[in-house]
T-cell receptor, first 114, second 110 residues
Framework: KAGVTQTPRYLIKTRGQQVTLSCSPI?????VSWYQQTPGQGLQFLFEYFSETQRNKGNFPGRFSGRQFSNSRSEMNVSTLELGDSALYLC?????????????FGPGTRLTVL | SQQGEEDPQALSIQEGENATMNCSYK?????LQWYRQNSGRGLVHLILIRSNEREKHSGRLRVTLDTSKKSSSLLITASRAADTASYFC??????????FGQGTRLTINP
């Protein structure tokens, strides 16, 4: 099975712009989660989607949003970029289920905001 | 912060030695998971231990869990250079939402 893929791998934007990141989960996985990783804050949960519905949301401002499509692919969007949004954004997929399961991570998208 | 803590933050040992990393968490967990990350890449799942388990083994990995102390430890035996990475524990307490610790950076010296 192919692993989780994320595009693009690297992105450079300027303050005030918006950005869309894409994630394709492992075939058959219906849950997609997004995490932000920075040196200062570490790994922080952004949100999780299951069957096109957001099930969980972390403590991030409304500038961060996401969606999931019927084929389980997911996108996250960050509007009005700030310097502090520079980070590695990781997507993870897992099988369905209420209990937290093993998550499979993609390689990440490294976003740099200038 | 809801994030747990890991100890030590950095660990440097000789190849062949054992490495032990500790994790303290804050929530009532369903399970506790350990992940490895190589230099700014994606995370790789290592092992999952459920809240009703006390110890689990996988190859050279041994994980213990003490729910009364809200702590877990990861032991890597007979370390190799390829084990050099950052290791994170993650609290699994809600559906597919993991709360990660700050991580331990492990360096294996040849």
């Amino acid at each position: 099975k192919a692993g989780v893929t994320q595009t693009p791998r690297y992105l450079i934007k300027t303050r005030g712009q918006q950005v869309t990141l894409s994630c394709s989960p492992i075939s058959g996985h219906r849950s997609v989660s997004w995490y932000q990783q920075t040196p200062g804050q570490g790994l922080q949960f952004l949100f999780e989607y299951f069957s096109e519905t957001q099930r969980n949301k972390g403590n991030f401002p409304g500038r961060f949003s996401g969606r999931q499509f019927s084929n389980s692919r997911s996108e996250m969007n960050v509007s009005t970029l700030e310097l502090g949004d520079s980070a590695l954004y990781l997507c993870a997929s897992s099988l369905t289920g209420g209990a937290p399961l093993e998550q499979f991570f993609g390689p990440g998208t490294r976003l740099t905001v200038l | 912060s809801q994030q747990g803590e890991e100890d030590p933050q950095a660990l440097s040992i000789q190849e062949g030695e054992n490495a032990t990393m500790n994790c303290s968490y804050k929530t009532s967990i369903n399970n506790l998971q350990w992940y490895r990350q190589n230099s700014g890449r994606g995370l790789v799942h290592l092992i999952l231990i459920r809240s009703n388990e006390r110890e689990k083994h996988s190859g050279r990995l041994r994980v213990t869990l003490d729910t009364s102390k809200k702590s877990s430890s990861l032991l890597i035996t007979a370390s190799r250079a390829a084990d050099t990475a950052s290791y994170f524990c993650a609290e699994g307490s809600g559906a597919q939402k993991l709360v990660f610790g700050q991580g331990t950076r492990l360096t294996i010296n040849p």
